[in-house]
């Protein structure tokens, strides 16, 4: 149990079904993230909500939209997807500040099959 | 351009001692991480270095030389709950993680 829950697990969807991933931390952290892990890469950064206030990674499709209505909870809105969006996708948290910003708490992700 | 590398996959028997190596290029330098993610589990945060040298922590020590842009994770007295993945990655001068793929350790009985 990292103190960051993440749900569903494991999600399949259509290229056109509109779903959304949802985040939760219990950390009291101020800042929350979502990350892309496909198999043999490198862990890709997507969205950032630091103290409230977004930070975009620019080469991620508009098909995927954050929301961070507090600083407890994290979405990822889902829409019009490609099969190459099928991976793994993870929430973390961490306090802001610096280096704090390298020990981040991870949920246990979201499996996305994109058919 | 940033990068991390590592090896993909290492094997080693149970209680041995393996070294993980990673090198790292990155725009300005603010410290070196480890994660250890098991299979189909969130990855967990094992250590920090930001000045040269080796930090113990357990079964577990990290080194870092800055001047080389290196860094090893060392596992002692291995167990098997030892194998999973461990993830490098370097903080840049913008405090932004640049992330290696991840080596696969398999633990041998």
């Known amino acids: 149990e990292t103190g960051v829950t993440q749900t569903p697990r494991h999600l399949v969807m259509g290229m056109t079904n509109k779903k959304s991933l949802k985040c939760e931390q219990h950390?009291?952290?101020?800042?929350m993230y979502w990350y892309k892990q496909s198999a043999k890469k490198p862990l890709e950064l997507m969205f950032v909500y630091s103290l409230e206030e977004r930070v975009e990674n620019n080469s991620v499709p508009s098909r995927f939209s954050p929301e961070c209505p507090n600083s407890s909870h994290l979405f990822l809105h889902l829409h019009t997807l490609q099969p190459e969006d099928s991976a793994l996708y993870l929430c973390?948290?961490?306090?802001?500040?610096?280096?704090?910003?390298?020990?981040?708490?991870f949920g246990e992700g979201s499996r996305l099959t994109v058919l | 351009g940033q990068n991390i590398d590592q090896p993909t996959e290492m094997t080693a028997t149970e209680g041995a001692i393996v070294q993980i190596n990673c090198t790292y290029q990155?725009?300005?330098?603010?410290?070196l991480f480890w994660y250890q993610q098991h299979a189909g589990e969130a990855p967990t945060f094992l250590s920090y270095n930001v000045l040269d040298g080796l930090e113990e922590k357990g079964r577990f020590s990290s080194f870092l030389s800055r001047s080389k842009g290196y860094s090893y994770l060392l596992l002692k007295e291995l167990q098997m709950k030892d194998s999973a993945s461990y993830l490098c990655a370097a903080m840049d001068s913008n405090y932004q993680l640049i992330w290696g793929a991840g080596t696969k350790l398999i633990i041998k009985p």
């Open positions: 973390a948290s961490s306090q802001e500040g610096d280096s704090s910003r390298g020990e981040l708490f």
């Open positions: 950390l009291g952290h101020n800042a």
């Open positions: 990155t725009s300005g330098f603010n410290g």
